[in-house]
């Protein structure tokens, strides 16, 4: 399958920092890419869909002037939590589409955030 | 939106065979995807059903059945390392992930 990446693997911050996550998909062109984050023990919840060269979309209840998301390419979207505090801390995975249908969806290995 | 409903916990022994079932109520609903998840890791994709019927891929096979909105995976001859997280999810624009389902292998 196709391999997507996700750069920092581990991150601790302090509170009130912002911090970047980068999600590139390594082998094919991502049109969409999708950023989720998960509690432990909890599902995965959908935060923002990206296509490239466009604006997020967010879903309802996320901030999107504090998750701020870019897709700048077909194979890097990068998101970036700003004044990050505790409550922000979770694990935060991107995935990436390479058309328009339902063709499968292949997540990264995700980036733990932890904001002291 | 989606809504999808699957048992929280199973238990199964080494060797035997489990049924994991997802039903879901749904608007835009294009398929029922199927991941695995262990503790710590990325979801890993399972399979995807789009048409009513049975999916087979080795020891796991899915199943949809549209008129009924549900779904289910099956996992044969259970391995220790088959213990993870499953989750369904439905396949709109954006994957809808279930809570999951976490599953205990036991000798």
């Known amino acids: 399958g196709a391999v997507v990446s996700q750069h920092p693997s581990r991150v601790i911050c302090k509170s009130g920092t912002s911090v970047k996550i980068e999600c590139r998909s390594l082998?094919?062109?991502?049109?969409?890419m999708f950023w989720y984050r998960q509690f432990p023990k909890k599902s995965l919840m959908l935060m923002a869909t990206?296509?490239?060269?466009?604006?997020?979309?967010?879903e309802q209840g996320v901030e999107k002037d504090k998750f701020l998301i870019n897709h700048a390419s077909l194979t890097l979207s990068t998101l970036t939590v700003t004044s990050a505090h505790p409550e922000d801390s979770s694990f935060y995975i991107c995935?990436?589409?390479?058309?328009?249908?339902?063709?499968?969806?292949?997540f990264g290995p995700g980036t733990r955030l932890l904001v002291l | 939106g989606q809504s999808l409903e699957q048992p929280s916990e199973v238990t199964a022994v080494e060797g035997a065979i489990v049924q994991i079932n997802c039903t879901y109520q749904?608007?835009?609903?294009?398929?029922l995807s199927w991941y695995q998840q262990h503790d710590g890791g990325a979801p890993t994709f399972l399979s995807y059903?789009?048409?009513?019927g049975l999916e087979e891929t080795g020891r796991f096979s899915s199943f949809l059945s549209r008129s009924d909105s549900y779904g289910y995976l099956l996992l044969q001859e259970l391995q220790m390392k088959d213990s993870a997280s499953y989750f369904c999810?439905?396949?709109?624009?954006?994957?809808?992930f279930g809570k999951g389902t976490s599953l205990l292998v036991t000798p």
């Open positions: 749904t608007s835009g609903f294009y398929g």
């Open positions: 082998d094919f062109q991502a049109t969409t």
């Open positions: 990206s296509n490239e060269g466009s604006k997020a979309t967010y």
């Open positions: 999810a439905g396949s709109g624009y954006a994957l809808n």
């Open positions: 995935s990436g589409r390479s058309g328009t249908g339902q063709e499968t969806q292949y």
């Open positions: 059903n789009a048409l009513d």
